[in-house]
């Protein structure tokens, strides 16, 4: 039998929610440490008004904590992050812009302002 939620949008948020948390929690503890106290660092350099992506964060945070188990770590813990500090009010997604690694094709990113 189909399912009939196939197109149910909360459905889809509540799990990629619940497996980015999945992610993120099975990170190493060393790690996620590591990479929380990193992207406080990085938000702390930038100037208000300053525009970022979130690759922008793994590209500072990896040469110095290096990589995760398993490279979804990348996007559980960034968007952890970024949701935390956007409810703070210490940034704005204010667009969309490609990101730039190879790996990521050039997909869509949401672009972030720092706010003052």
Do not use: C
């Amino acid at each position: 039998m189909a399912d009939d939620n196939q197109y149910d949008i909360e459905e889809a948020i509540r799990r990629q929610k619940a497996a980015e948390a999945q992610v993120a929690g099975n990170a190493q503890s060393e790690w996620r440490d590591g990479y929380v106290a990193h992207a406080g660092a990085f938000i702390g350099n930038l100037l208000p008004k300053q525009t970022f992506i979130g690759e922008e964060l793994r590209k500072y945070i990896e040469p110095i904590i290096g990589k995760p188990h398993h490279s979804n770590a990348w996007g559980a813990m960034g968007g952890t992050v970024l949701r935390r500090w956007q409810k703070e009010g210490r940034i704005t997604a204010i667009g969309m812009t490609k990101m730039t690694s190879k790996a990521s094709h050039a997909r869509l990113s949401p672009l972030y302002e720092v706010q003052g």
